[in-house]
């Protein structure tokens, strides 16, 4: 079965700091997709990154970057010098290759910067 | 690529009302999703639609909910006799023009049942 498991429920930061923000994922299929949404309090749903599961190489985009290891099954977000602009709630999602896309999310974890 | 847009942004309805959410205009894409998302919860899948049927749904999408595309363009969902716990936001969301590309989502309608 599908699962995704944020076991941070909240973060605090102060600016300027670096946070990860963690992400677990159960699949019974070889081929998949992981995705991370943003959600700051206005409410939309703001599409980060979306890996496929034949891809481990890191990704960086700006102060963002991934780390993907199937290893540990794991799909892991880092924010580099963290801004007040980052607060918001982060979730990480699967989808599984011909199962019409549908996205399980995780819990989330809610991330306050602080001034 | 053009957005998924939502209205209402947001709906107040009394128990036991229909309602209807959409997501105006939609084309040339693949799949159309709903999403629920209680206040404070995750999001949670509720139905995929695929050239004009429902491809999966879940067990949340009982038989008070339906969705269609009505005109061909617009995609609807139905919420027959709200209940209170109904409340939550609701985010259409469609990916394509191929299978397995990120979803992208509307901004939202949130429903509150009073």
């Known amino acids: 079965a599908q699962k995704v498991t944020q076991a941070q429920t909240e973060i605090s930061v102060v600016e300027k700091e670096d946070v990860t923000l963690d992400c677990v994922y159960e699949?019974?299929?070889?081929?998949?997709?992981l995705f991370w949404y943003k959600q700051p309090p206005s409410g939309e749903l703001v599409f980060l990154i979306r890996?496929?599961?034949?891809?481990?190489q890191n990704e960086i985009s700006g102060r963002y970057s991934w780390n993907f290891q199937k290893s540990t099954s794991s799909f892991n977000f880092t924010i580099t010098a963290s801004q007040v602009v980052d607060s918001a709630v982060y979730f990480c999602?699967?989808?599984?290759?011909?199962?019409?896309?549908?996205?399980?999310f995780g819990t989330g974890t809610r991330l306050q910067v602080f001034p | 690529e053009p957005e998924v847009t939502q209205t209402p942004s947001h709906q107040v309805t009394q128990m036991g009302q229909e309602v209807i959410l959409r997501c105006v205009p939609i084309s040339n894409h693949l799949y159309f999703y709903w999403y629920r998302q209680i206040l404070g919860q995750k999001v949670e899948f509720l139905v995929s639609f695929y050239n004009n049927e429902i491809s999966e749904k879940s067990e949340i999408f009982d038989d008070q909910f339906s969705v269609e595309r009505p005109d061909g363009s617009n995609f609807t969902l139905k919420i027959r006799s709200t209940k209170l716990e109904d409340s939550a936001m609701y985010f259409c969301?469609?990916?394509?023009?191929?299978?397995?590309?990120?979803?992208?989502f509307g901004q939202g309608t949130r429903l509150t049942v009073v």
């Open positions: 969301a469609r990916n394509g023009p191929t299978q397995n590309t990120e979803a992208f």
């Open positions: 699949t019974r299929d070889t081929t998949y997709y």
């Open positions: 999602a699967l989808s599984e290759a011909g199962n019409t896309d549908k996205l399980i």
């Open positions: 890996r496929n599961s034949f891809d481990e």
